[in-house]
């Protein structure tokens, strides 16, 4: 259980696309998932926490116009990097908290690299 | 003072020996704990959640927590070179769903 899949694994953009990750939690429901950013040997970064059904909360420096996320429904968030720069490229992680009773523990999805070319 | 911390390593122990992982953490008012283990170009995979003081025993992981002196860590028996990996420690405030991660330890385990 407490499956966490992303897609796509890995991508290459040019410089100026805008690229779609989508998260899904495949057998449980997840009103909250986090979006995680992680540059080589650095530790996690959180971005934003994504809840169902309304707007996202951004960590300080994250800028929201250029990192969208929308989270549609229990199972789905999706993280949109807009007008992409090669500074962009990194390893991107979503992670979901499962809805039953208080728990607190998170299922990271594979990642998804992305490189900016 | 950091948040979380940990020492970054490499910690390195011999094939068989027992790891020990550790982790400081600032905010008193903390009540969730996390180990996660990350393999090199994966994602963190959660090893054990701990939440009240003492041990707590899954096969060859055991997390120990100690509130009052603020600390909790991860002990590893008979570790492989599988167990090769960078360790998560992750801190939940009180009440709230946000963990704040440690930097992470990297254990070398060798033949």
């Known amino acids: 259980g407490a499956v966490v899949s992303q897609h796509p694994s890995w991508v290459i953009c040019k410089s100026g696309t805008s690229v779609k990750i989508e998260c899904r939690s495949l057998?449980?429901?997840?009103?909250?998932m986090f979006w995680y950013r992680q540059f080589p040997k650095q530790s996690l970064m959180l971005m934003a926490t994504s809840n169902e059904g309304s707007k996202a909360t951004y960590e300080q420096g994250v800028e929201k116009d250029k990192f969208l996320i929308n989270h549609a429904s229990l199972t789905l968030s999706t993280l949109t990097v807009t007008s992409a720069h090669p500074e962009d490229s990194s390893f991107y992680i979503c992670?979901?908290?499962?809805?039953?009773?208080?728990?607190?523990?998170?299922?990271f999805g594979p990642g998804t690299r992305l490189t900016v070319t | 003072q950091k948040e979380v911390e940990q020492n970054s390593g490499p910690l390195s122990v011999p094939e068989g020996a027992i790891a020990s992982l550790n982790c400081t953490y600032s905010?008193?008012?903390?009540?969730?704990f996390f180990w996660y283990r990350q393999y090199s170009g994966k994602s963190p995979e959660l090893i054990m959640s701990i939440y009240s003081n003492g041990d707590k025993e899954d096969g060859r992981f055991t997390a120990q927590l100690n509130k009052a002196s603020q600390y909790v860590s991860l002990l590893i028996r008979d570790s492989q070179p599988s167990d090769s990996a960078t360790y998560l420690c992750?801190?939940?405030?009180?009440?709230?769903?946000?963990?704040?991660f440690g930097r992470g330890t990297s254990l070398i385990v060798h033949p």
């Open positions: 992670s979901a908290r499962d809805n039953v009773g208080l728990a607190y523990e998170q299922y």
């Open positions: 057998d449980f429901q997840a009103t909250t």
């Open positions: 905010d008193r008012v903390s009540q969730s």
């Open positions: 992750a801190v939940n405030k009180g009440g709230s769903y946000i963990p704040t």
